[in-house]
């Protein structure tokens, strides 16, 4: 399934925008828009959403999908 161009111009809540910013899915700018709000805003709030994340340093272990520079 394509987006069409009313797909992506659908308002979204902030909630899914920062979800799709966390994984790199989508444009700020085009998010920030869709939500309604201004990017510098939809950035500063996105600073805090990261920062409730706390990121497991194992995280690496559970890759499964080889990349460079095994494959070549």
């Known amino acids: 399934m394509h987006a069409t161009q009313s797909d ?6 902030l909630e899914e925008a920062l ?6 899915e989508e444009n700020t700018a085009k998010l920030a828009e869709r ?17 409730s994340r706390p990121l497991d340093p194992d995280v690496w272990q559970k890759d499964i999908e080889m990349s460079w520079p095994y494959i070549t």
């Open 35 to 51: 939500a309604g709000m201004h990017k510098t805003e939809l950035q500063q709030v996105f600073c805090d959403f990261v920062a």
């Open 8 to 13: 992506s111009s659908a308002v979204i809540a």
């Open 19 to 24: 979800h799709m910013m966390y994984q790199g």
